[in-house]
């Protein structure tokens, strides 16, 4: 279909990127968000060759790629000793493409600037009232930010929720689903100033695994570091300052992770409980709205797909209604096969990483961490054969005009 209307639902990373994606097939996209203006849900991220192969596809992998830094360089002991180490080089060769990262407001920054002007529109929620078939178009209710009563409606050939893990999309167009579960841990996240990294003496970027939790620490390319760390913790927590919470928990933790935290900005650290997807929706789309993102399929941050997986929806949903010859529905249809299987295995993966990355026995942490150094020592193809069916991906070939 050529200049239909599309309504996309969440203006983030996903959201944003199917704003681009359609924008470029052709089609007249409004994008409802209920911030009153666009701030990125997060600090760093980390965008796999696969994620990278689809942002080639919206013209923005190389400005990725300029602002980026290259990614993990292994995973360590809490103590210090490394585990196994990973060859950018190596990743490269195999998957044409290497992890990078960069501050998640530097994507969201490319993505809007990629998008029409006027495209999106804050301080709205925006809420499924009809899902539309083959004769009939999708409904969106759309209720300024603070008001019950001032509402509008806005007929849409195409509706894409992507309003995350807790998608009030998601629920109206399948009421029995049971929702987003506590994945059993907490995350915090912190930017620091450029040029911590040298003044910390950081060798390397690195995930360093621990009893009960991760503490990550990527250097950014202006020598900035963005640091996560989880926690195996019941939900809703809070501390009155998350900072001092996360030097206590960390602090016997190896260099330079207690000295990071020490000169963070408490203002800087974020702090969200993590929830996914254990059981996926019965499929990704109903009549003609798609589910795109966490919306879709959230899960854990434990393989760093998050992301990714939503810019492989965006640029999938795109390229399967880029001909509309047998309707959007039809075209959803062939959008929820081919994405619904490969997002529902990832969870899987994702959450038994999260498992793995969090226990707290004794005798089960030596084993793990002796099964991962066994593996970087004597068959590190292993673990890179691990990463294929995730970073081998390639957006679909273009239809023809």
Known sequence: MRNGTAVIIGAGIGGLSAGVALAQCGWNIHILERAEKIEPAGAGLAIAPNALRGLDTLGLGDGVRERAAFGSGGFRRWTGGWLLTTDAARVRQQFGDTVVVLRRSEVVDLLLKALPPGAVRTGVHGYVAEPGGDSQRARVRVTAEGSRDASEEITADLVVAADGARSAARAALFPDHPGPVYAGFTAWRLLTAPGTAEALGMPDSAETWGPGGVFGLMRLADDAVYAYATDAVPPGGRNDDEREALLARFAYWHAPIPALLKTADPEAVLRNDVWHLPV?????????????????????????????????????????????????????????????????????????????????????????????????????????????ATFSWRPPAEAPE
Not at 317 to 327: E, F, K
Not at 341 to 348: F, G, H
């Open 280 to 388: 996926p929706p019965p499929r990704s789309h109903r009549g003609r709205v798609a589910l795109l993102g966490d919306a879709a399929h959230a899960m854990t941050p434990s393989l760093g797909q998050g992301a990714c997986q939503a810019v492989e929806d965006a640029v999938t949903l795109a390229h399967a209604v880029r001909r509309g010859d047998h309707g959007v529905p039809t075209a959803l249809t062939t959008y929820s096969a081919a994405r619904s299987p490969r997002t529902a295995d990832i969870v899987r993966q994702s959450a038994r990483a999260g498992h793995l990355t969090h226990m707290r026995s004794g005798p089960g942490l030596a084993l793990r961490d002796a099964a991962l150094a066994t593996v970087g020592r004597t068959a590190p193809g292993l673990f890179y054969g691990m990463l294929r």
